[in-house]
């Protein structure tokens, strides 16, 4: 059996782990602490997140204008939307967060013979608590914060900042994560191969492998 691999990639988000408790949740408590009828969704925010990743210092910060944006278009106080931010901001803690089933598994098993990193798209004081609370804070030989150290995915830059950092080659690399527009179509722009995990859509843009679970990883597609 020959592995043609020699770096390993990962996201974070919905692919190590996830939180105990959905932004839907914490968004409906937002708007129900304010007594305000919902006027938009946490789809709303995530399709906007990336337009304020520059310009914003913490994840607090992007929430805070992102929403007051969305309310302005809305058509509704800029400030409802930041007090319905710093609700959201007390309700989520980046800690309470659960591993994937066979996540820590993976990782460790593939560091064995594999040189590992993360591209996240994601601010550092946010993505480290949720490693730390995995158990992973020591687990990568780097971690790059797509958004904050090099451009967000799908931009090849995060994953060719990964392999400079870690002496890789996109062709004899793998990325592994769950999103097809962020993780899939950004590894293949970087020549790297995509590895995702299924949340059930039509893959486009279809992968080199895909996973049903990360307990998969315990046999890595990509061996043969």
């Known amino acids: 059996m020959t592995d043609s691999v020699e770096t390993v990639l990962f996201d974070i988000d919905d692919t190590l782990c996830e939180y105990r ?26 399709a906007r997140y990336a337009e304020f990743a520059e310009t914003t210092d913490s994840i607090d910060d992007l929430r805070t204008e992102c ?4 309310a302005d278009g809305q058509g509704r106080d800029p400030n409802l939307g930041r007090a319905l931010a710093n609700a959201y901001t007390a309700e989520r803690d ?27 798209n994601g601010p550092p004081e946010m993505q480290s608590q949720k490693l730390a609370a ?9 971690v790059i914060h797509a958004g904050y150290d090099a451009p967000a995915k799908p931009d090849p ?9 870690l002496g890789g080659r996109p062709e004899s690399a793998v990325h592994i994560g769950n999103s097809l527009s962020s993780d899939v179509a950004g590894a293949q722009a970087a020549g790297l191969k995509s590895v995702w995990l299924d949340d059930g859509s039509t893959p486009d843009p279809v992968p080199d492998h895909t996973l ?3 307990e998969e ?6 061996r043969s």
Do not use: C, Q
């Open 67 to 70: 929403f007051a944006a969305i």
């Open 21 to 46: 408790r959905s932004g839907d949740e914490l968004l409906a408590l937002a708007f129900e602490g304010h007594g305000v009828e919902p006027f938009f969704t946490i789809e709303d925010y995530y």
């Open 212 to 214: 049903k679970t990360m």
């Open 217 to 222: 990883l315990a046999t890595p597609p990509w």
């Open 157 to 165: 830059a995060p994953f060719y900042r990964a392999l400079d950092v």
């Open 134 to 142: 995995l158990g992973l804070d020591d687990a990568f030989e780097t």
């Open 94 to 120: 980046h800690r309470n967060v659960r591993a994937l089933p066979g996540a820590r598994e993976a990782v460790a098993a593939l560091s064995d013979d594999h040189r590992v990193g993360v591209v996240t």
